[in-house]
């Protein structure tokens, strides 16, 4: 049984990405109204961009999404983290980026705040991912079975298709819609006779 407090947290825990978000943005609103900034030794004040309004749209558009929209939630916040990563909006008060050059070409392009919030979401749903993979893999014994079906059913079409001729039997491995272990019994029916 599960206590009050772990189904909030369950319930809740993808506003903590979204809350660093939040505090980013707010950081950055408060530089950019009492703070300067140095620049080749000058002081300015910081200057915002599309990409700092872009990333406040963002985090408004994901909480209202979060508790308006539920079921919509994991795919904004999840194209709010590639913008971010990317760089096509910005959460912090200067534009840092990671970049990876081969040469003169830019293999890619991470903003590190934005970078470090999705481990973060990743730390967060590592259990979720974990048991829906689980979920998607076939378990040892359903394989088995399956196989141990499967033997039974080419046994069964092998002694159903042995009295059929060569032709038949052709007919029945060019017509693809029998199963997998007809098409089997019939192909390994004709290649005993041919060997025979």
């Not at 703070?35 to 915002?48: Q, V």
């Not at 980026?97 to 081969?102: I, N």
């Not at 893999?137 to 499967?150: C, T, V």
Request: aromatic share 14%.
């Amino acid at each position: 049984m599960t206590t009050p407090l772990a189904q909030s947290y369950q319930r809740y825990k993808n506003l903590i990405p979204l809350g660093v978000f939040t505090v980013l943005c707010i950081t950055t609103l408060i530089t950019r109204f009492s703070g300067t900034r140095e620049a080749d030794g000058t002081y300015s004040h910081i200057i915002l961009s599309w990409k700092h309004y872009g990333a406040f749209a963002a985090v408004l558009l994901n909480y209202g999404i979060f508790f308006r929209f539920r079921p919509q939630f994991k795919k904004t916040f999840i194209a709010t983290l590639l913008l971010g990563l990317f760089g096509i909006i910005n959460f912090t008060a200067t534009d840092s980026l990671w970049t990876l050059k081969m040469g003169d070409t830019t293999v890619f392009i991470l903003q590190p705040a934005s970078f470090y919030v999705a481990l973060l979401t990743l730390a967060l749903n590592y259990k979720t991912i974990r048991a829906r993979q689980a979920k998607s893999e076939p378990p040892a014994e359903n394989l088995q079975s399956n196989e141990k079906h499967y033997r039974e059913d080419l046994e069964k079409f092998k002694s159903k298709y042995a009295p059929y001729s060569n032709e038949d039997l052709e007919k029945i491995i060019a017509d693809r819609r029998f199963t997998a272990a007809a098409l089997e019994a019939a192909e390994q029916i004709l290649s005993e006779r041919k060997t025979t």
